[in-house]
């Protein structure tokens, strides 16, 4: 199974920034991405990222005036001073976060211009950041980005990606391979990852739902299956990275999930707590990560004890499919309760 990161400017809506390192290592992350650090002083993350034990694996660099529709400036033409500007002041937060990789964001197409006409600039910016990165050692990302949530965006698609990153001809520089962009431009997501992980170039994945960037378990993906072909790739290739948790929560699942860990906290052998987890679906810990170490904790602390052999036999079961569906059916003989339905799942009724 892939290591996964937090991304932390996706999930834990209901909190603020600062508090998301705290909550991200209690559902057992290890590692943290988010979009921007800028708001923030490179030494306050540091310190939130020590105290929970937490490695930054990933943020983006300054990607233009995002508030007015900018999308990175790395194609554009004119652009280059305060490309190299906001690119510098990347890897001065890399060095104090100690983190290993930053993400380019190309940009948008301007008006009345062809890609064609940025290639050279785009290339001419990467080369310069990727010489500046390497001196700390730091891999620079691209990322193909679909045009249906940011329309015009320079660059799309696996192998415009892994065109460039030849061209640019650095070895830090590596593509950010997001399944979900994968899907909705290209499908055929599994032989994607079958046809570049094996380079080398592949430097990050992430993963949502598709097609609302929601979590994973919800949408048209079988992440399950995608995960056992990142596993077999990696084992023959040797690579080893992280993947990120780059999907939206519902704001009401999100505080629902809170509710629920508060209530077990308060009382260990509330029943109705466990259940109210169950029925979470992928809210809690993103897609199940950390999850079963959570109920099968829970369940030891119940009165009267549950099926302690079940509960464990379910929890390993659950690490290899990582699936909060699988545990709350699984789960739920073991409190003498019917099958939870998550709401997002609930067959519609016949209005006919």
């Not at 943020?59 to 790395?74: I, L, S, T, V, Y």
């Not at 060095?95 to 062809?114: D, I």
């Not at 509330?270 to 829970?298: D, I, K, R, T």
């Amino acid at each position: 199974m892939p290591r996964f990161a937090a991304n932390l400017s996706m999930l834990y809506p209901e909190l603020d920034f600062l508090q998301r390192f705290d909550a991200a290592a209690r559902d057992g992350f290890q590692g943290v991405e988010f979009l921007f650090p800028y708001a923030h002083q490179a030494g306050e993350l540091a310190a939130r990222l020590k105290a929970n034990g937490l490695q930054q694996v990933l943020f983006n660099a300054p990607p233009g005036d995002w508030d007015k529709g900018e999308r990175g400036m790395a194609c554009l033409p004119g652009r280059e001073a305060e490309f190299r500007e906001g690119f510098a002041k990347a890897l001065s937060y890399a060095q104090a976060l100690a983190c290993p990789r930053v993400h380019v964001m190309a940009g948008l197409v301007p008006a009345g211009r062809t890609r064609a006409e940025l290639r050279s600039t785009y290339v001419a910016n990467l080369r310069w950041a990727a010489a500046e990165a390497g001196k700390q050692n730091v891999d620079v990302l691209i990322e193909p980005i679909n045009l249906r949530d940011i329309p015009g965006f320079f660059l799309n698609r696996q192998d415009q990606a892994h065109e460039l990153v030849a061209e640019i001809g650095a070895a830090n520089v590596k593509v950010q391979m997001d399944l979900y962009h994968c899907q909705i431009v290209e499908g055929d997501v599994a032989m994607k990852i079958r046809q570049y992980l094996p380079t080398g170039r592949v430097g990050h994945f992430q993963i949502a739902g598709v097609p609302e960037r929601h979590e994973p378990d919800v949408g048209e993906i079988n992440y399950p299956y995608l995960f056992q072909v990142i596993d077999e790739v990696a084992q023959q290739c040797g690579w080893s990275a992280r993947a990120g948790c780059a999907g939206r929560l519902d704001a009401r699942e999100a505080a629902g999930a809170g509710a629920a860990l508060a209530a077990l906290s308060s009382d260990r052998k509330n029943v109705a707590a466990v259940q109210q987890l169950l029925h979470l679906g992928g809210a809690v810990a993103y897609f199940g990560h950390g999850a079963p170490q959570l109920l099968l904790a829970a369940t030891k602390a119940l009165s009267p004890p549950a099926d302690l052999a079940r509960v464990i036999q379910v929890d390993q079961a659950a690490v290899s499919r990582n699936s909060l569906e699988h545990i709350s059916h699984s789960l739920a003989p073991c409190f003498s309760l019917p099958p939870p339905l998550d709401a997002r799942r609930r067959k519609r009724p016949d209005r006919r």
